[in-house]
Structures are given as structure tokens and as C-alpha cells.
């Protein structure tokens, strides 16, 4: 078990450039996650996979962000023509779904756009 | 709504001092509670849970008692660490919500 993973760990862009990060979750688990977390607060929830069906998507998730697991392992989340607002830390985490969301996470992708 | 509301920080103890971290939650129903920790540059990991009333989670020398009369999941430690700085979120966790909700986190530092 080698826990979740994120990539990149850091990534710094200009505004209106489009990124993307990739989460590797825990290999049996089948729920993942993707949270952004801004500093001094807690992880607010953006979006949550069931094996490859995206299951719900949080009010925070603009028009601009889309996320995938396309086949029902790692998950990538884009960003278009971000914003300085974007800047945050995202994380990504991943459970096995058995009645209680028991959730592991990864150590996030720090995003900072200039 | 469901929410969770911790003590602000940041909170400074010496080591070996006695800890609390006060979390109350707003929910409807049994929600399952948790206490994560962040230590500096890494993700979040699960401390303890507790999945209904009157149940105490408890890890690495943490406890944490579900009080469901008072709505609180108060995190303790009789002895705190140098290494036990970090930050701490308490966070719930519904069946009909399917979601984890985090309060804003508590920041602990331990002096020698």
C-alpha cells in the first residue's frame, strides 16, 4: 500500500493558462475525492468519483474545472484560463466505500498562479 | 445546514502540557465524526473516528468522546508532544449528505 499519490506537488502558472493535476488513489479503493483547501481553512469539497461515475459536483466547481476517471483508477483535474482566485491547494483522497467514508489522503498539488 | 466549528488557534503548549481542541458540529441525525491531522508540507491523515453516540475514538495518545447531547467531539491528550504540532481538523460525515464536511482547523504548537 502505497498510499494516495499527487501530481505534480507544486505548480506555479500565469493567469489564463490551463493546468492539470493527477491523483492516484489506493488501488482497491473505490470512492476518490478531490477537495481544494485555501490557507487557514479546512478541505471544501469540489467533486467525488464511484468507480468511474462522477457522482457529484460541488457549487465550487466553475464551468472551468473538470474532473475524470476515466477508468475508474487515477483521476485528473483541469483548470482552464485559471484565475488568481485558483491559487489553493488541492487534494485528492480516496476510500473504500463500506458504510463509513473512512478517507486517505495525498499530500495535495500546490497551485499558485502569478 | 451541516457544519463543523472548532476553537481558534493557533494554540501554543509546552510539552507535556494537557491538550484540548473543542469541535461542536451542526447536523441532523447520527453523523459519523472525525479528527484529521496536517502536519507542515503534508496531506491530511486520519486521527481518530467515532460513528455514533457515546462512542470515544482514540490514536497515538488522542481521545475524542461523540457527545451527542451537546453535539461535541472534544479532541484530548493527557501529554503533548514536540512532534504532536500540526494542525487539526474535525470534520463529519453523513450517508445522506455522502460528503465530508471540515471545520476550519486548529493550529497546535508544542514548545520544548
Known amino acids: 500500500d502505497t498510499g494516495v499519490s499527487q501530481d505534480p506537488r507544486h505548480k506555479i502558472t500565469k493567469r489564463g493558462q490551463n493546468v492539470t493535476f493527477r491523483c492516484d488513489p489506493i488501488?482497491?479503493?473505490?470512492?476518490l475525492y478531490w477537495y481544494r483547501q485555501t490557507l487557514g481553512q479546512g478541505p471544501e469539497f469540489l467533486t467525488y468519483?464511484?468507480?468511474?461515475?462522477?457522482?457529484?459536483k460541488s457549487r465550487l466547481l466553475s464551468d472551468r474545472f473538470s474532473a475524470e476517471r476515466p477508468k475508474g483508477s487515477f483521476s485528473t483535474l483541469e483548470i482552464q484560463r485559471t484565475e488568481q482566485g485558483d491559487s489553493a491547494m488541492y487534494l485528492c483522497?480516496?476510500?473504500?466505500?463500506?458504510?463509513?467514508?473512512?478517507?486517505?489522503f495525498g499530500p495535495g498539488t500546490r497551485l499558485t498562479v502569478t | 445546514g451541516n457544519s463543523v466549528t472548532q476553537m481558534e488557534g493557533p494554540v501554543t503548549l509546552s510539552e507535556e502540557a494537557f491538550l484540548t481542541i473543542n469541535c461542536t458540529y451542526t447536523?441532523?441525525?447520527?453523523?459519523?465524526l472525525f479528527w484529521y491531522v496536517q502536519y507542515p508540507g503534508e496531506g491530511l491523515q486520519l486521527l481518530l473516528k467515532?460513528?455514533?453516540?457515546?462512542d470515544k475514538g482514540s490514536n497515538k495518545g488522542f481521545e475524542a468522546t461523540y457527545r451527542k447531547e451537546t453535539t461535541s467531539f472534544h479532541l484530548e491528550k493527557g501529554s503533548v508532544q514536540v512532534s504532536d504540532s500540526a494542525v487539526y481538523f474535525c470534520?463529519?460525515?453523513?450517508?445522506?449528505?455522502?460528503?465530508?464536511?471540515f471545520g476550519p482547523g486548529t493550529s497546535l504548537s508544542v514548545i520544548p
Open positions: 483522497a480516496s476510500a473504500l466505500w463500506t458504510g463509513v467514508d473512512e478517507q486517505y
Open positions: 488501488s482497491e479503493h473505490n470512492r
Open positions: 468519483f464511484q468507480n468511474e461515475a462522477q457522482l457529484e
Open positions: 447536523a441532523t441525525g447520527y453523523p459519523s
Open positions: 467515532a460513528t455514533k453516540a457515546d
Open positions: 470534520a463529519l460525515w453523513k450517508t445522506s449528505y455522502d460528503k465530508v464536511i
